[in-house]
């Protein structure tokens, strides 16, 4: 059976981190086809050259595929010309057996994308892709402060510091002051009185969970963990300002999203940077909850299950909808009565990744349709006035509508 063309020309694209492989097949009018194969540095000259020789082709389709971080920038610089291209996955272009080189590499994409083969992956607009350099770079940090957090505790209790069995939240307020306190050579019933009074361990406890035997070296090891946490907030606060900010023409989107439960600016942000505001590049909820990879997976023979493992898709937007679902799960909606539901029969984790489905799900509909999130199971009306009349009720005694009981 021979795989029959379906457009005229086409290019297909193998991306190395030094060099791109072109190969363009076109048909003429008198049905002869021919092929051409080119090779181009990666540097900016390079990349603007391989632009404008495929131009030149005026191809119906070229694929490239996504190669690590190598097929950004050749992306962009047929984005600038006016060609769009389709990122395929490696996984999905695996080539037959025999002779493993470039141009063969660059002609079997050629070749299928000229079939018809070959769908596309999903590549936001240049501004959201950009953006995505913030987001991810967050995601990063974050990781990072909350390592050199958990260093410090160990470095404390490493001490003979036994503070965290007192204080739930090693890195509140109270907390922070007393450990400042510590590393400044303070003794611990002058640390005491660093503790604030709504913490309900008493000072007796207290003072015998920081009598430590810090050295020299902890306290040095410390001061500098203690440093290190202050700067990667700074950074973390320079960063959510400015992904914040460059996201203000998204107000709109980010509004109906902020109507789900556990959903803030940060996360909303985060969201609409991996997927973008038009869902019609995806279809369906369906294919978006598959791109992401928080469907079960298919994989089934002779009639039988084999496998439900979820799929790898984007981790970056897995990440943040599984904070999401941890957030919506304490909250009073339908997302709470599900994970409660889901967490006694198949566990706490497969809950939250099933909440996490139903949240992009969610969040999919909502862009679409341009509505607002309403709870099936919360009384909006009856919520308003429990939240208002207390207020309502002051203002009428106050000026006169409603009698004052004597």
């Known amino acids: 059976m021979e795989i029959n063309p379906i457009y005229r020309s086409a290019v297909g694209?193998?991306?190395?981190?030094?060099?791109?492989?072109?190969?363009?097949?076109?048909?003429g009018t008198d049905g002869e086809v021919k092929?051409?194969?080119?090779?181009?540095?990666?540097?900016?000259?390079?990349?603007r050259a391989m632009a404008e020789?495929?131009?030149?082709?005026?191809?119906?389709v070229v694929v490239m595929e996504s190669t690590g971080i190598y097929w950004k920038?050749?992306?962009?610089?047929?984005?600038?010309?006016?060609?769009?291209?389709?990122?395929?996955?490696?996984?999905?272009?695996?080539?037959?057996p025999g002779r493993k080189t470039d141009v063969s590499?660059?002609?079997?994409?050629?070749?299928?994308?000229?079939?018809?083969?070959?769908?596309?992956?999903?590549?936001?607009?240049e501004h959201l892709r950009h953006l995505r350099l913030l987001a991810r770079q967050h995601n990063a940090l974050t990781g990072q402060l909350a390592a050199e957090k958990n260093r410090l505790v160990k470095v404390l209790g490493d001490g003979g510091i036994r503070l965290s069995a007192l204080v739930s939240d090693m890195h509140g307020q109270s907390a922070r002051r007393m450990i400042d306190a510590l590393l400044a050579g303070e003794a611990p019933a002058e640390v005491v009185r660093y503790a604030d009074r709504r913490l309900k361990a008493p000072h007796e406890e207290l003072m015998l969970a920081l009598d430590g035997e810090l050295s020299p070296q902890h306290r040095f090891l410390g001061e500098q963990l203690r440093a290190h946490i202050d700067f990667l907030e700074q950074m973390l606060a320079h960063f959510e300002a400015r992904l914040l900010a460059e996201m203000a023409s998204y107000e709109a989107a980010m509004s109906l999203l902020k109507t789900l439960p556990g959903v803030d600016d940060?996360?909303?942000?985060?969201?609409?940077?991996e997927i973008g505001t038009d869902m019609e590049a995806f279809g369906s909820?369906?294919?978006?909850?598959?791109?992401?990879?928080?469907?079960?997976?298919n994989h089934k023979s002779d009639g039988k299950q084999k496998s439900g493992k979820t799929p790898k898709g984007n981790r970056y937007l897995r990440r943040v909808l599984?904070?999401?679902?941890?957030?919506?799960?304490?909250?009073?909606?339908?997302?709470?009565?599900?994970?409660?539901?889901?967490?006694i029969r198949r566990g706490a984790k497969r809950a939250i990744m099933a909440i996490a489905h139903k949240v992009l799900k969610t969040a999919f509909i909502l862009l679409q349709r341009q509505e607002v999130y309403r709870d099936s199971t919360v009384d909006y009306e009856a919520l308003l006035i429990k939240r208002r009349a207390p207020r309502w009720i002051q203002q009428l005694k106050k000026h006169g509508l409603l009698p004052v009981a004597s």
């Open 285 to 297: 909820p369906e294919r978006l909850a598959s791109w992401a990879g928080l469907c079960p997976g």
């Open 13 to 27: 694209m193998d991306v190395h981190l030094a060099q791109v492989t072109v190969c363009a097949i076109v048909a």
């Open 53 to 60: 020789w495929i131009a030149a082709w005026q191809p119906e």
């Open 35 to 47: 092929v051409e194969t080119r090779e181009f540095g990666a540097f900016k000259r390079d990349r």
């Open 73 to 96: 920038s050749p992306y962009a610089a047929l984005e600038k010309v006016g060609i769009r291209t389709l990122v395929v996955n490696a996984h999905h272009v695996k080539k037959v």
């Open 266 to 273: 940060l996360s909303a942000a985060k969201v609409l940077v």
């Open 322 to 343: 599984c904070e999401i679902a941890h957030a919506a799960s304490r909250t009073t909606s339908y997302f709470k009565t599900k994970y409660q539901g889901l967490a």
């Open 105 to 125: 590499d660059a002609q079997w994409l050629a070749m299928l994308a000229r079939s018809g083969l070959l769908r596309g992956s999903f590549i936001p607009p």
